[in-house]
């Protein structure tokens, strides 16, 4: 029967979980298979969901999250995949997926080869089907950890990433040299450190001097520019954490941490004896006498306890002055201050507020914006559209290229190594030969992996930014008036707010603290 009206979502997955990439499984492939069966069955108003390069495992994918906010919205009516595999590769979430949300927002699911159409009811054989497509994924997973317990058990590293400090060697990938310019800064925090200096002074010198912090440094190498307010900003864990780091007087450390199972994402970190350490293994940054002696100074680092309770501006409310996020304080009533102020003497004003202040603040620059879009909707529009075009979209081109580029090469390799194995199965070469080749191909594979993850994060990033103005101006409509904040209010409407310094004017012979609210992709439309 045909369908009109809703979308129909295409939904297409590839990872490096699914095996050696064959032809039948790319992107490209899975689209023409879905088009060309939605337009044999009169599905029309077809929509691409994709995720490339993305286990099957979890279902915090880009692509599918955005399908699944569109059938929460009641946008979506029919949703094909190629086959149950390309949907998901956990039995339980596919399972829940198929049988509540999907028939709760009647949205019909088709996997064409394995013959399921909800219409016509679930096949009695597909939970046991979505259970292999589970082991399978099992698999793989146990044969990988099983390559890297050997790998790091034999003194090889198991990151691909080095540390601040150290840089892959342009002739063995495997080989850790120093990276000078990171390496004197690590040099100088240990000198520093055991002249008497804290860890708080450190950072405070670092940050005044503008040193680009580690995950910056590491962004201006590739070309990728930091999303975070403040590239320079060190914190004193962050110069404990490079203190503790035992690869700066020439070892190996493998197995820091861990994860629960292939399902979960979640970290644990190893205590001391899991670890495995091989010594002398690179060029030192530091002696290992000036190592052991900053251990001695340091001792043993000290876990604070996670009460798991936020306040609601949680990740919203940050400082004006220093862009650092601001601290909750819990006592008669709920107040916030900025947490550097505290921190270090002269390096920021308090700047407190009250929540019950905060509160009226920021609900009255919401009902603001949402009676500005009643008044004159075209204007509204517009100015979304002007307001959100701030967005690098050269950027988010040279990502997007890049990518392309490196999903080409990885497609390549995996056609060679399928070569090599088939050479050797016929005798054409030796396995002596094989293994050299494949492990060069293995490592190059790897080395474009990591990078991968990198770009399609920040692609992730870019598209969600060009898409905030959009996403504000549906959210707005859906709204007459606000009578309270509330954590969904603030999801739906704030990107920050930043609280500044006291306003020279007096609100019933109080002063009154300067209060941004900046809107969720067009930043403050309402400045005091």
């Not at 080989?175 to 310019?181: A, F």
């Not at 603001?368 to 075009?389: C, P, Y």
């Not at 549906?474 to 309270?484: A, F, G, K, L």
Request: charged share 30%; with cysteine; proline share 2%.
């Amino acid at each position: 029967m045909a369908q009109t009206g809703k979308i129909t979502a295409l939904y297409c997955r590839y990872s490096a979980d699914d095996g050696m990439r064959i032809e039948s499984d790319s992107i490209a492939h899975q689209k023409a298979i879905l088009t060309e069966y939605a337009n044999n069955h009169g599905l029309t108003n077809q929509r691409f969901y994709v995720d490339d390069g993305v286990s099957g495992v979890t279902f915090e994918r880009a692509g599918f999250k955005a399908m699944l906010n569109d059938i929460e919205n009641g946008m979506v009516g029919t949703v094909i995949v190629k086959d149950m595999s390309r949907f998901g590769r956990n039995y339980l979430m596919v399972g829940q997926y198929l049988e509540i949300v999907f028939p709760e927002y009647g949205v019909r699911f088709i996997a064409i080869g394995d013959n399921v159409d909800s219409n016509e009811g679930l096949n009695d054989l597909m939970p046991i089907n979505n259970l292999i497509n589970e082991w399978y994924a099992r698999d793989i997973s146990r044969k990988e950890r099983a390559y890297i317990q050997n790998k790091g058990n034999n003194g090889k590293r198991i990151t691909n990433r080095p540390v601040y400090g150290y840089k892959k060697a342009d002739d063995d990938k495997e080989k850790w040299v120093i990276d000078e310019p990171a390496a004197q800064i690590v040099r100088r925090i240990f000198e520093m450190f055991l002249s008497g200096i804290s860890s708080i002074k450190i950072a405070e010198t670092l940050t005044a001097e503008k040193i680009l912090r580690p995950t910056a440094y590491t962004g201006c190498k590739i070309g990728l520019r930091s999303d975070d307010y403040d590239e320079y900003y060190w914190h004193p864990t962050m110069i404990r954490r490079i203190l503790r780091k035992q690869e700066y007087c020439g070892d190996t450390v493998n197995f820091r941490s861990t994860r629960l199972s292939y399902k979960s994402k979640k970290i644990i970190w190893n205590p001391k004896e899991k670890l495995r350490i091989f010594y002398n293994t690179q060029e030192p940054i530091v002696t290992r006498e000036q190592f052991e002696e900053v251990q001695q100074l340091l001792g043993e680092p000290k876990k604070r306890p996670n009460t798991g309770i936020h306040s609601m501006y949680y990740s919203y409310l940050f400082c004006e002055a220093c862009k650092h996020t601001m601290s909750v304080r819990h006592r008669q009533s709920v107040s916030y201050y900025c947490s550097l102020a505290t921190k270090k003497k002269g390096a920021c004003s308090y700047h407190g507020i009250n929540e019950e202040i905060l509160n009226k603040a920021v609900l009255n620059q919401i009902n603001r914006l949402i009676a500005l879009s009643k008044v004159d909707k075209k204007a509204f529009n517009e100015m979304l559209r002007s307001q959100s075009a701030g967005i690098s979209l050269a950027e988010l081109e040279k990502v997007t290229a890049e990518l392309e580029s490196i999903r080409t090469r990885i497609s390549e390799i995996d056609r060679f190594v399928q070569g090599l194995f088939e050479s050797k199965v016929k005798g054409e070469i030796d396995g002596d030969m094989f293994c050299t080749f494949s492990e060069n191909y293995r490592r190059e594979k790897a080395e474009l992996n990591e990078r991968l993850e990198i770009l399609v994060k920040t692609e992730e990033r870019l598209k969600n930014e060009a898409n905030k103005g959009v996403k504000l101006g549906t959210t707005v409509h859906n709204y007459d008036t606000i009578s309270e904040v509330t954590p969904e209010v603030l999801r739906d409407f704030i990107d920050r707010i930043e609280v500044g310094e006291t306003m020279r004017k007096v609100n019933h012979g109080k002063n009154v603290r300067k209060i941004s609210v900046f809107f969720i992709g067009i930043g403050e439309v309402f400045p005091d």
